[in-house]
């Protein structure tokens, strides 16, 4: 979780002294979908999920057309982590459907979150807009942004329900825009393979074994390598959501040993519902309320072959 939120989030884009106020909220968005492509930077950010709190020196540099990253946790047990040549023309799926529409379209992102600039704060020092995100519907969650004035680059991310409540939150408390030239290759880097994922055919969906019968509008399934039976990954330019398909497991006295529930983990919730019949069970996972997750899981089906 923490890793989507410091490598794909950071949202930023190099601008000549953009004046943010005269911009709508759907222009800032675009700009920061651009994120950590065009920006060197060293960080210490915050990631709160629930009670808990961890710290991270976060560097990022672009190199030759690379990007170079490192993430390095500052308290308890986690795992340092480098990843280095991400191709910077790399194209993500949610950064693109955002971009596919603008405010006015009856169709695409912008019909299903308001996307509004709220006003002026601070955030490590540096003075930020900020943008709220709020969803059309009951099948999304909002979030609420803060922008840096001068770079664009993504200061703080709330992630909050449908009653204002926060669930995540990831903020800088301190940023360096000024690493020099001799800097820009992390040493010790390790080489991470990323895979693009592209927009796929809805109707794509009817060829596999299983499908949900059910998915909240706006939602796109997105095309992936690997095992198409067995996973299918859907976004609607902000939230994700994954759906798990597995064989259904028995106890010695042939009972189900799946028992349908959900959990919740800061924004991120899974829910599980056993399918007997077809001796399979599903696992719906993302950043989406509890009745989405639920409401996918309950709605598979299996072709009849």
Same mark, same amino acid.
């Given at each position: 979780m923490i890793v989507r939120l410091a490598f794909t989030a950071l949202a930023a884009i190099l601008v000549s002294a953009p004046v943010f106020s005269l911009e709508s909220g759907s222009e800032l968005l675009n700009k920061m979908t651009h994120s950590h492509r065009e920006l060197n930077y060293r960080a210490i950010v915050t990631y709160q999920l629930g009670e808990q709190l961890s710290s991270y020196r976060i560097t990022h540099t672009v190199h030759d057309g690379? !990007? /170079?990253e490192a993430l390095e946790s500052l308290d308890g047990n986690h795992q340092d982590l480098v990843h280095h040549g991400h191709d910077v023309n790399c194209v993500h799926p949610g950064p693109q459907l955002i971009r596919l529409f603008n405010a006015d $379209? !009856?169709?695409g992102f912008y019909r299903y979150y308001d996307v509004d600039v709220e006003g002026e704060g601070r955030v490590a020092g540096r003075d930020a807009v900020i943008l709220s +995100?709020?969803?059309r519907d009951v099948y999304r969650l *909002? %979030?609420? @942004?803060s922008l840096d004035s001068e770079t664009g680059l993504l @200061?703080?991310? $709330? +992630?909050? &329900?449908q009653q204002g409540k926060v669930l995540e939150r990831f903020q %800088?408390?301190? @940023? $360096? @825009? &000024?690493i020099p030239d001799n800097e820009l290759i992390v040493d010790g880097a390790i080489e991470v393979q990323h895979k693009d994922v592209a927009v796929n055919d809805p109707a794509a969906?009817? +060829?596999r074994v =299983?499908?949900? $019968? =059910? +998915?909240?509008? *706006? /939602?796109?399934p997105l095309k992936e390598a690997g095992d198409g039976n067995a996973a299918m990954t859907y976004t609607d330019g902000l939230a994700v959501m994954s759906v798990f398909v597995e064989p259904l497991l028995t106890t010695d006295s042939g009972a189900v040993a799946v028992t349908e529930g959900g959990m919740r983990r800061g924004a991120s919730v899974s829910y599980t519902v056993a399918f007997p019949e077809s001796g399979m069970f599903a696992t719906v996972v993302g950043e989406v309320p509890m009745l989405t997750a639920k409401q996918v899981a309950k709605s598979l089906s299996w072709d009849q072959r």
């Open positions: 690379k !990007e /170079f $379209d !009856e169709q +995100i709020k969803p *909002g %979030y609420k @942004l @200061l703080r991310s $709330d +992630i909050v &329900n %800088y408390v301190m @940023l $360096d @825009l &000024n969906m009817h +060829i =299983w499908r949900p $019968d =059910w +998915i909240p509008a *706006g /939602f796109t």
